[in-house]
């Protein structure tokens, strides 16, 4: 099994910037889907970028521009940078995975393992 771990959250002002990063335990992220999605309490999860294995990115238009989602294969470390962050980013983040795929998307149900999630509070 293979487990992921996300830390990097907490609260920062309107403006600032934050670094979410999600460990996998086992396996490198090179031949895998991987995305970051988010969730506020009553709302639906959304995606917010994601990387293939080819490496080719998309990101949700609201955080196009100020959020860039990279990986590190020898650390087998999935980031999010996160800049010029407003109060409507407050949510929690999850990082999600899917093994041996070529591509990804940026859908809830394309993902079968998950973190825990990690919280992000910007104030204004």
């Known amino acids: 099994d293979v487990d992921l771990m996300e830390s990097g959250g907490g609260s920062v002002q309107a403006g600032g910037s934050l670094r979410l990063s999600c460990a996998a335990s086992?396996?490198?992220?090179?031949?895998?889907?991987v995305a970051w999605f988010r969730q506020v309490p009553g709302k639906e999860r959304e995606g917010v970028a994601r990387?293939?294995?080819?490496?080719?990115?998309s990101y949700a238009d609201s955080v196009k521009g100020r959020f860039t989602i990279s990986q590190d294969n020898a650390k087998r470390t999935l980031y999010l940078q996160m800049n010029s962050l407003k109060p409507e980013d407050t949510a929690m983040y999850y990082c999600?995975?899917?093994?041996?795929?070529?591509?990804?998307?940026?859908?809830?149900?394309?993902?079968?393992?998950w973190g825990q999630g990690t919280q992000v509070t910007v104030s204004s």
């Open positions: 086992r396996y490198t992220y090179s031949s895998a889907g």
């Open positions: 990387i293939d294995s080819d490496g080719i990115t």
């Open positions: 999600a995975a899917r093994w041996n795929v070529r591509s990804c998307y940026l859908t809830v149900t394309y993902f079968a393992l």
